[in-house]
T-cell receptor, first 114, second 112 residues
Framework: AQTVTQSQPEMSVQEAETVTLSCTYDTSESDYYLFWYKQPPSRQMILVIRQEAYKQQNATENRFSVNFQKAAKSFSLKISDSQLGDAAMYFCAYRSFYNNDMRFGAGTRLTVKP | NAGVTQTPKFRVLKTGQSMTLLCAQDMNHEYMYWYRQDPGMGLRLIHYSVGEGTTAKGEVPDGYNVSRLKKQNFLLGLESAAPSQTSVYFC???????????FGPGTRLTVL
């Protein structure tokens, strides 16, 4: 079964600075999807960014971008110009192309210091 | 357009009691999912449905049953609640051919 590992339980960043959250995954599949979700204290799960494994180009969404290294099975999230509203739990997730099995990492709690 | 809603938002049960969590979506999505979230862990898939009348097991299905009698509703049942089922439960849905799952606000369940 696929596994997703987030090795940083907690991270902190100064407001306006850049921070990178790490994620690695284990799979034998060649086609899959990767996601980063944000969970603020409200508990609502919010999609931040997604990446299709067949796309070589790294996804970007405004201040959020990923570094997708397929061979290394790595999928890190970079947040630029960090804002106070970015403080939340961030979850990396993997979904198989072939079924609906979705696996989440344990999460990284991001603190943004003013 | 309410998106994905979950009923109830909070519930406390005693060991052995039964209950049903309701997930409703008004987006005409084919796929629906139930997850649980425990402290220090990410979401884990309990059961999912790929359409009305269908259900399938996820990563942690034991102790739960589900039904999808109507396309817009996905019910999660606990027949005999156990303290190990204390968790936050999330429902999600997505349309066919689309990757993003849309999540409900969650239900916090405590089993004493």
């Amino acid at each position: 079964a696929q596994t997703v590992t987030q090795s940083q339980p907690e991270m902190s960043v100064q407001e306006a600075e850049t921070v990178t959250l790490s994620c690695t995954y284990d799979t034998s599949e060649s086609d899959y999807y990767l996601f980063w979700y944000k969970q603020p204290p409200s508990r609502q799960m919010i999609l931040v960014i997604r990446q299709e494994a067949y796309k070589q180009q790294n996804a970007t969404e405004n201040r959020f971008s990923v570094n997708f290294q397929k061979a290394a099975k790595s999928f890190s999230l970079k947040i630029s110009d960090s804002q106070l509203g970015d403080a939340a739990m961030y979850f990396c997730a993997y979904r198989s192309f072939y079924n609906n099995d979705m696996r989440f990492g344990a999460g990284t709690r991001l603190t943004v210091k003013p | 357009n309410a998106g994905v809603t979950q009923t109830p938002k909070f519930r406390v049960l005693k060991t052995g009691q039964s209950m049903t969590l309701l997930c409703a979506q008004d987006m005409n999505h084919e796929y629906m999912y139930w997850y649980r979230q425990d402290p220090g862990m990410g979401l884990r898939l309990i059961h999912y449905s790929v359409g009305e009348g269908t259900t399938a097991k996820g990563e942690v299905p034991d102790g739960y049953n589900v039904s999808r009698l109507k396309k817009q509703n996905f019910l999660l049942g606990l027949e005999s609640a156990a303290p190990s089922q204390t968790s936050v439960y999330f429902c999600a849905s997505r349309p066919t051919g689309f990757n993003e799952q849309f999540f409900g606000p969650g239900t916090r369940l405590t089993v004493l």
